[in-house]
């Protein structure tokens, strides 16, 4: 029921990476997906891609997990 209420409506973002300003990682508070922003800006699914991806970006900046 709840995916139908995001498909409808759309998701409510919350931000839920605090750790690093340049890799922005939210989470939806009503389907309990997981998003991130791609290159060019846009939100993306947060899939195994996008997870290794944000690794290999945290490590090349010097930030910790």
């Known amino acids: 029921m709840k995916e139908i209420i995001c498909m409808i409506f ?11 300003a340049r890799i922005k990682e939210y989470k939806c508070s009503c389907c309990q997906k997981s998003f991130t922003q791609d290159g060019y800006g846009e939100i993306v699914i947060l899939d195994s891609f996008w997870k290794q991806n944000n690794e290999n970006l945290r490590a090349s900046f010097g930030y910790a997990f």
Do not use: E, V, W
Request: a positive charge; charged letters at 20%.
């Open 10 to 20: 759309g998701h409510s973002l919350n931000k839920s990476s605090a750790r690093n």
